[in-house]
């Protein structure tokens, strides 16, 4: 087999959210970094050193490394021109498919589009997340397809992204980076590469890093599905969840329940199905997963319970992104509450600050609005102006709808003109 000769010295496949800063992150500590992605229109946004996306100090960070004289950073459609580089990371989606399995057909794609150019030296790293037993396939798939060694002369590693949204560039230096390496020598070389970070490595097998992610995601889901419930259980006994809240918490040594809100995401909604799809307790985790994804079925029949039929009703939802002050809208429940809501004939109207879907101003959604959700908790919202704004504006019954908590008023449903004298009003 040829021997490797490499002109670079990672490359990343998947410019997405992970990709993109991490690439970015690599090139910002000298090493030279080949950017691979099959979207046309990403490639041209970084190419011309604007964000494709909202990262807190990526823009900067995309700035230092265009305006680097060493070209740091070379860009291309091709997953094949990704072995120039001899560390390899693959940050490519990984959906879960409506069976309950995770959809590995992009990883699949690449390491098709890989394997005539791989060498010996290569390292190969998942960052995505997988199943369990992904990384160990990966390693099967190149040594049945091109007869290497693994661990020898090829080196396979999962070494999973942890960091939160709007958080890289703080956390890629602060967090245990978890590196499970297939056979005797991918973990050590897989270190050299992430050494470029000031983070802690953990070396560990393939499988329990793949462990380690995942449920990482499933003890939040499961975490933020507590609260969720027993919201709809207050409910029904006409309790407060906050006062509940409160009270377990309150100087409990045992306590520490979190707080509720429209829990989704792309890693959430998701990752629990990695562990779902070989579980032998099958069914706990759907039962969080359902807990979750009936907030906002929750929420549009509490609103009807309170004003009747929404039929006609305008109903201003705030919020589409996941979580607050992100514009990621993937898998986000707001859309799913839009769905609900028109489906019930209300007249919705939208605003969100961070998005890049267009959406009607502040003013424009809450204008004689009849009733107004909170499905986001960015700080535009959490000012007691935007509280204040609603009070004049909307009808003057309008519902408020905040399982967020956003003014520390301590209602999922209250009449704006009751927060007004509750004093939460600026
Ligand atoms: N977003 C997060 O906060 C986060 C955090 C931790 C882990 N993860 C995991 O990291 C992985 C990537 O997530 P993401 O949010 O960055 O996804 P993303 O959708 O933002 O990025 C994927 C990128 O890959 C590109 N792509 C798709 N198919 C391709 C192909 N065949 N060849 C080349 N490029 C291709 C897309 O154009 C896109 O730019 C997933 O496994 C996810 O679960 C995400």
């Not at 999962?158 to 960091?163: L, Y």
């Not at 028109?342 to 424009?364: I, K, Y």
């Amino acid at each position: 087999m040829p021997a490797l000769e490499s002109t670079a010295d990672v490359s990343v496949i998947g410019l997405g959210r992970v990709g993109l800063p991490l690439a970015l992150s690599f090139a910002d500590r000298g090493l030279q970094v080949v950017g691979v992605d099959n979207d046309s229109t990403r490639l041209s946004s970084v190419r011309d050193g604007t964000m494709p996306f909202q990262e807190a100090g990526a823009q900067e960070l995309l700035d230092r490394v265009h305006s680097d004289p060493t070209h740091p950073l070379s860009l291309s459609e091709r997953v094949a021109d990704a072995a120039r580089a001899r560390h390899i990371v693959i940050t490519l989606g990984t959906p879960s498919f409506s069976h309950i399995e995770i959809d590995m057909r992009d990883i699949r794609s690449a390491l098709d589009d890989l394997l005539g150019v791989l060498a010996p030296g290569h390292s190969l790293i998942l960052r995505s997340t997988v199943a369990p037993g992904t990384t160990d396939f990966v390693a099967g798939y190149l040594a049945k397809h091109r007869d290497f060694d693994i661990g020898e002369d090829v080196f396979v590693a999962h070494a999973p992204e942890r960091i939160a949204a709007g958080r890289f560039l703080e956390e890629i230096d602060t967090l245990p980076c978890i590196i499970g390496g297939v056979g005797a020598r991918s973990g050590e070389v897989v270190a050299e590469l992430f050494g470029a970070f000031r983070a802690p490595i953990v070396q560990t097998t393939p499988v329990q890093a793949e462990l380690a992610k995942i449920w990482a995601n499933i003890l939040r889901y499961t975490n933020f599905a507590l609260p969720n419930l027993l919201m709809m259980d207050c409910e029904r006994f006409s309790a407060n969840v906050f006062d509940v809240i409160d009270l377990i918490n309150r100087d409990y040594p045992r306590g520490g329940i979190a707080q509720p809100g429209l829990t989704a995401g792309t890693c959430l909604r998701k990752d629990f199905a990695f562990s779902e799809e070989r579980s032998h307790a099958p069914g706990m985790l759907l039962a969080v997963s359902r807990v979750n994804e009936s907030v906002p079925l929750f929420l549009v029949e509490g609103i009807e319970r309170r004003l009747g039929s929404l039929s006609g009703r305008k109903v201003a939802v705030l919020g589409l992104a996941f979580k607050a002050d992100t514009d990621d809208e993937r898998d986000s429940l707001a859309h799913k509450l839009i769905r609900l809501l028109e489906r019930e004939l209300a007249d919705v109207a939208v605003h969100d600050p961070h998005v890049p879907t267009p959406t009607a101003s502040l003013e424009q959604a809450i204008d004689s609005a009849d009733a107004v959700v909170m499905a986001a908790d960015h700080s535009e919202f959490r000012d007691p102006r935007t509280l204040a704004a609603i009070a004049e504006r909307a009808h003057p019954d309008c519902l408020v709808v905040d399982p967020w908590n956003c003014w520390g008023a301590a209602q999922v449903f209250a009449y704006a003109s009751e927060l007004a004298a509750l004093g939460a009003v600026g």
